[in-house]
């Protein structure tokens, strides 16, 4: 059985010697990044979707049983997201707080903002039925957050925080699952090469509006394996064995055209830093392999029967079945990995995004 922390060890080599470049020069810091700033959907969001009026919640048990605090924080999770694990890993003691909480003021703006929404993507229209926020308004929030910061830390050392933070987005998966597949009104009208075409356009605008705001080192998932999330194969795979391999053929489409969009708009950028973490084959893997990395299901999620929970809709309390040990779970609900999964997700983004880091 493969350590589930043997990759983390060797992406912590690696920082820990960039940390130690970084601090021979005297100009000592506690963390590799001054801030982080994280956009996007469900997979990041650590609680703006709890104020806001839509049911893409995850703000009350079982959500965050297995967090610090053992209380729900609004992460589509039982305990940390990947992009937690990430923060530590890169020697954060605390995370950026949720840009809409009460908690992001002060001092706590020093190390970042978190401006992501559950069910939100590229597609606009669909985060906006959703009642999501659209990545343009998080564009618009990061906008507001850095004169927040100004006022804080002084516009001399917010500019250089800004400069040198990573900036991390994830999304993609809700424009597909929650919005493509199941809405007739698109997928009878347009092709999926072509609503591929029109969300990849949506992430061109998106970065060239977070480069024109001041970020350089930005850091993007790629689609996951859409077919092996225990709720496609519910609904799409008819109980087939494995995963719904026509929407895996669709993810691995769009991720080839994203990763081209990315390197033209690298080329195109003077100082921009862009890298595309594929995120595909490490989850692909241990879904298809769950017993190599330590894992006993893959299937199914850990909460209720993890064959459609998610949110409010169904993952509460009240679920039956939920299981007691969610580390034995690739899945914590029907779309969501697990904290278990988030850490082998995190090992694969350390070590894919040094190049962000230097």
Known sequence: MMNKNMNSRDALVLLLSAFVFLTCGGNAQDTLVPAIMTFGDSAVDVGNNDYLPTIYKANYPPYGRDFVTHQPTG?????????????????????????????????????????????SGYDEKAAMLNH??????????????????????????????????????????????????????????????????????????????LYGLGARKIGVTSLPPLGCLPAARTLFGFHENGCVSRFNTDAQAFNKKINSAAAKLQKQHPGLKIVIFDIYKPLYDLVQTPSNFGFAEARRGCCGTGTVETTSLLCNPKSIGTCSNATQYVFWDSVHPSEAANQVLADALILQGIALIG
């Open 132 to 209: 999501a926020i659209p990545l343009s308004q998080q564009l618009d929030y990061f906008k507001e957050y850095q004169s927040k910061l100004a006022k804080v830390a002084g516009s001399k050392k917010a500019a250089s925080i800004v400069k040198d933070a990573l900036y991390l987005l994830s999304a993609g998966s809700s424009d597909f699952v929650q919005n493509y597949y199941i809405n007739p009104w698109i997928n009878k009208v347009i092709t999926i090469d072509q609503y591929s075409s029109y969300l990849v356009d949506s992430f061109t605008t998106f970065i060239k509006g």
């Open 75 to 119: 992460r589509f999770c039982n305990g940390k997201l990947a992009t937690d694990i990430t923060a530590e890993t890169l020697g954060f003691k605390s995370f950026a707080p949720a840009y809409l909480s009460p908690q992001a003021s002060g001092k706590n703006l020093l190390i970042g903002a978190n401006f992501a929404s559950a069910a």
